[in-house]
């Protein structure tokens, strides 16, 4: 059975750093192109960046471009999401995916973590 696990969620402050962690199981994940993204109170989930099996293609959302980075080690089954300069826009649920669907605006993909909470506030 395939799951996606989150780790690294929290309470920040504005300007501050977190990393989330995405672990996975059930197969490995090291040809899938793995993805990140965000579900606000209120909204709709929206994609935040996704990363090619390689690590090479990596694709942001305008909106958290030069603050966030993914990264993955597919040795380990596992991505990462690199968060500076949160701001409390960022304030929001998020997911991990994998087997992300590509498009112009990626919004589907085969597996989706449970998610973690990330709360930016002072």
């Known amino acids: 059975q395939v799951q996606l696990v989150e780790s690294g969620g929290g309470l920040v402050q504005p300007g501050g750093s977190l990393r989330l962690s995405c672990a996975a199981s059930?197969?490995?994940?090291?040809?899938?192109?793995m993805g990140w993204f965000r579900q606000a109170p209120g909204k709709e989930r929206e994609f935040v960046a996704t990363i090619s099996p390689t690590g090479v293609v990596i694709r942001y959302a305008d909106s958290v471009k030069g603050r966030f980075t993914p990264s993955r080690d597919n040795a380990k089954n596992t991505v990462f999401l690199q968060m500076n300069n949160l701001k409390p826009e960022d304030t929001a649920v998020y997911y991990c995916?994998?087997?992300?669907?590509?498009?112009?605006?990626?919004?589907?993909?085969?597996?989706w973590g449970q998610g973690t909470q990330v709360t930016v506030s002072s």
């Open positions: 059930g197969r490995t994940f090291s040809r899938s192109t």
């Open positions: 995916a994998a087997d992300v669907v590509p498009g112009s605006v990626p919004t589907s993909a085969n597996y």
